[in-house]
Nanobody, 125 residues
């Protein structure tokens, strides 16, 4: 079992930055890979970025160029640095964890093993 607790969401103006954090506790092998997804009202859950146990990263279309995922392995915390935020980035952001995922995990949120409760990000124009 893994428990995930997100923090760092909030309201910013367009062009601003936020850093989300997700602390994982429980079985460390079950949180070897971690990711961020987001879901806007009325839309499906969208993969933003994933980081594997070796530190390799992959970004979804929503995360390329402006977002950076990183992980503190000693503390088992994953971060999402979001820069140049735009109103279309407004969504609930969810942390995800799993033992091992396929390369297409960002397109398959149904394969995620563990989810956090989410943290709201609101970007105003």
């Amino acid at each position: 079992q893994v428990q995930l607790v997100e923090s760092g969401g909030g309201s910013v103006q367009a062009g601003g930055s936020l850093r989300l954090s997700c602390a994982a506790s429980g079985d460390p092998y079950s949180s070897a890979s971690m990711a961020w997804f987001r879901q806007a009202p009325g839309k499906g859950r969208e993969g933003v970025a994933v980081i594997n146990s070796l530190g390799g990263t992959t970004y979804g279309d929503s995360g390329k160029g402006r977002f950076t995922i990183s992980k503190d392995n000693a503390k088992n915390i994953v971060y999402l640095q979001m820069d140049s935020l735009q109103p279309e980035d407004t969504a609930m952001y969810y942390c995800a964890a799993g033992r091992a995922w396929p390369y297409y995990i960002l397109n398959r949120p149904d394969l995620v093993n563990y989810w956090g409760q989410g943290t709201q990000v609101t970007v105003s124009s």
